[in-house]
Each structure stands twice: as structure tokens, then as C-alpha cells.
């Protein structure tokens, strides 16, 4: 007989929780049992209250940071660019070099913030090991090298943080309370479908049932993806 899997709810961070109450929703809708539709509306309203809340949560303090660091990025790097002309026109042979390492970097304003990460380290790293090696006595170069560094890693540092709070570990009182909610609803349903197999047989529905539990697997190993990871890091 089958039956729709137990499945530890709260083990889910706060997004993927909404969506997977979204996605059985939409298979458990397919069951036609009239019995069965005030329990299934019960639910439907109190995971979209759950996603009310999480759209009320106001706008992260983060995002003001992140968009500082990220001028403050585009600023450094633009001065460096001043300051590889500049040497450039007095004929400097560094001046020459300098230009041509930042010619390889000419598709910058084609590449996303996040890429950017990766290709400012690059030329930090770039300009960095050059500097050493020639013994480049240029401070005012070197200062705009380590701003851009300075600035490219608290980016990330914002950036990464700003994932973690969007992708549901940022609570409040009212997510708690209508996540809860609709854990409770979601209980509710699943209860009244497995004994409703039992009463009438799986024969009609054992698709869909077949269906709900590939979700529960599929957020099942996210789950265990994320206590891994957090184990690891």
C-alpha cells in the first residue's frame, strides 16, 4: 500500500520550505476527494501566509553594504586604470605593462558583480606579484591595489551573507509562527491522504503518491547536502 513518506520539516531552511509546500500543493490538488478539499485550502492559505511573511521581511541592511563595496570596487579599479595612463605617458616601461595586463580585463562591465569577485582577485594577485618583482616605488598605485583588494573581499563577505539571510536562515517572530502553521496543515493533509489510501486503495492515485514522495527525497538530500556542508566547512 502506498502511503506519502514522513518527512522532518523543520530540517528545511526557510525558502525551501515555502517551495516545497508549493510543489506538493500542486500534486495534492490533483487528488479529487471532496472530503479532502477543506483541509487541502486550510493548507493552502497558511503556506501563503508563510510566504507573506517572508516577503514582509524588510530589506537587509546588507544590501546598502554591498552596493558601497561594490562602487568602492569599480572606483579602485578605475584608479588604477588613471594611474596606468599616467605612467603610460611618461613613457614608463611598468606604465606599458601595467597597461597590458588590464587590456585582458577589458570585458569587466560585461561580467556580473559575483564574477567580478573571482576576476578582481585575479588582478589583485596580478598586479600584487608584479609590484614585488619589480620593486615598483609607485604608493599611490599600491594604495588603489589594496582598496580594491580591501574592498573586492568584503563584498564577498557581504554578498555571502545576504545569500544565507534570502535563502531562509533569516528569521522573525512571524516566520517562525506561520512556518509553523503550516508545517501543522501540511501534517494534516498527509494524514487524511495516507488514511485515505488505506479506506479506498492507492490504485486511483499511486502516481501522484509516487510523485509527493520524489519531492519529500528530492528536499530530503538538500537537507542532508547542507548539515554536511556545515560539518565540513
Known sequence: MKKIEGF???????????????????????????KLQPRLQAFSDAFMTFDTALKSIPDNHLAEKISFENNNRDKAFDAICEEADLLLAEN????????????????????????KISVFNNLVAELESQLTEDSIDNVQLLSHVTRLKRSNWAYKQYLEAYKIELTGKYLTYATLR?????????????????????????AEYADIIDQINQEIHKNRKVVQEAKETILYV
Not at 522532518?8 to 471532496?34: C, N, S, T, W
Not at 614608463?92 to 564574477?115: A, C, H, Q, V, W
Request: charge should be negative.
Open 178 to 202: 506561520t512556518r509553523k502553521e503550516a508545517e501543522v496543515a501540511y501534517k494534516d493533509v498527509v494524514e487524511f491522504i495516507n488514511a485515505m489510501l488505506i479506506y479506498n486503495g492507492d
Open 92 to 115: 614608463n616601461t611598468f606604465g606599458r605593462e601595467l597597461k597590458n595586463i588590464l587590456s585582458s580585463y577589458d570585458d569587466l562591465p560585461l561580467k556580473t558583480d559575483e564574477e
Open 8 to 34: 522532518y520539516l523543520p530540517g528545511m531552511a526557510q525558502q525551501q520550505a515555502y517551495l516545497f509546500f508549493q510543489g506538493v500543493y500542486l500534486l495534492m490538488e490533483k487528488i479529487h476527494d471532496a
